[in-house]
């Protein structure tokens, strides 16, 4: 671990409570949460933190609002920012924190906020909408932007889109925060990609398909008329052949080393562990086993790799496990806690 002491933040749906943002201490000898306290905030569907750790960004009802993390891991609210658009359902940072990226899963659309040196969310520098027509169904008929983020060199933005099935990419223009079209990643028809992340080397990119269950691991390579240029290697299914119906992936996440990706699938009501081969890229499943809770939204290995929570969204419960990494084993290890519509877990390291 690289800090003695994290809170976690737990962003949630406000149905039946006007507080979306939950913050606890984390107990890593326990392994389970302690509530400490909780903001108003309208359907938090998303959280970030800023990659200089002192700000976090939260989705909310027709815009974003920002916090700055106190030196105990308190949030204090700086704004609100609107994205000129419906609801989002992702947002992240680029690597220099100058800029914001939303995702708009209803509206198929990425909006660009500028962002400033305290944090505070600006003015929207670009929209995109996503255009196009997928396959005929009820679920991939339409864009739906379900995910954006920077590769590690902070070159191209990555906007995955279940209903398209494809990744598109652009490059940013620091000066004016315009996005511009260099490259489409196409993934199997009816796959859904919805979720990515990149290995700390920038080399491999990972894509979690929603609807095929799966992960797409692609090298990435910089070419040097300063295009990018992938390669699909793998694919690796998140849960068993036997997985219950209907079954779809949700979370995407590293471990705090990066050895581990961690993956939830809501339907199978599972969590998923892989582990990451450094010299190819390649994953190997670890374990695939029942999170005691209902639409596991998110799940998230505990800094220590020792714990790990699932945030069960329809049953509205945390659920929290002993793991055996090298066995592939998870045990219960507390109560489980109840809080509404549980959608995003961070974890925050206090200095």
Do not use: W
């Not at 996503?130 to 590690?152: A, F, I, L, N, T």
């Not at 990149?198 to 692609?218: A, T």
């Amino acid at each position: 671990m690289r800090f003695q002491k994290y809170v976690a933040y737990v962003s949630s749906y406000t149905k039946r409570s006007k507080n979306g943002i939950t913050i606890f201490d984390v107990d890593m000898e326990k392994g389970t949460f302690v509530y400490r306290n909780s903001l108003e905030i309208s359907n938090s569907s998303y959280l970030t933190c800023s990659h200089n750790d002192q700000f976090l960004y939260s989705i909310t009802d027709m815009g974003v609002k920002s916090y700055e993390i106190d030196e105990n891991g308190d949030l204090s609210e700086i704004n609100f920012a609107s994205i000129n658009g419906m609801r989002g359902c992702y947002l992240s940072t680029d690597y220099t924190d100058r800029y914001l990226f939303v995702a708009g899963y209803h509206d198929g659309k990425i909006t660009v906020l500028r962002v400033g040196e305290d944090g505070a969310v600006g003015e929207i520098t670009d929209e995109k909408y996503v255009q196009g027509m997928g396959e005929v169904s009820d679920r991939s008929y339409v864009p739906h932007v379900s995910c954006v983020k920077m590769s590690r060199d902070n070159k191209f933005l990555f906007a995955s889109d279940t209903g398209m099935d494809h990744v598109n990419v652009y490059s940013l223009d620091y000066n004016t925060g315009k996005l511009k079209p260099v490259d489409i990643i196409r993934s199997d028809v009816n796959s859904g990609p919805r979720h990515m992340i990149f290995s700390v080397d920038n080399k491999y990119l990972y894509v979690l398909n929603e609807i095929q269950n799966s992960i797409d691991v692609f090298t990435y390579t910089l070419l040097d008329s300063g295009y990018p240029e992938f390669e699909k290697i793998q694919t690796v299914n998140t849960v068993e052949d036997y997985h219950a119906s209907m079954s779809v992936s949700r979370a995407l996440k590293f471990s705090e080393d990066r050895e581990y990706i961690v993956t939830s699938s809501a339907g199978d009501n599972s969590v998923e562990i892989f582990k990451r081969n450094d010299a190819d890229g390649t994953l190997n499943r670890v374990l695939c086993l029942p999170i005691s809770g209902t639409y596991p939204k998110d799940a998230a290995l505990f800094p220590d790799m020792k714990h790990l929570v699932s945030l069960n969204h329809e049953s509205s419960t945390l659920t929290f496990f002993d793991v055996d990494l090298y066995n592939g084993l998870l045990a219960m290890c507390a109560k489980e806690i109840k809080i509404d519509y549980p959608n995003c877990v961070i974890f925050h390291g206090l200095k």
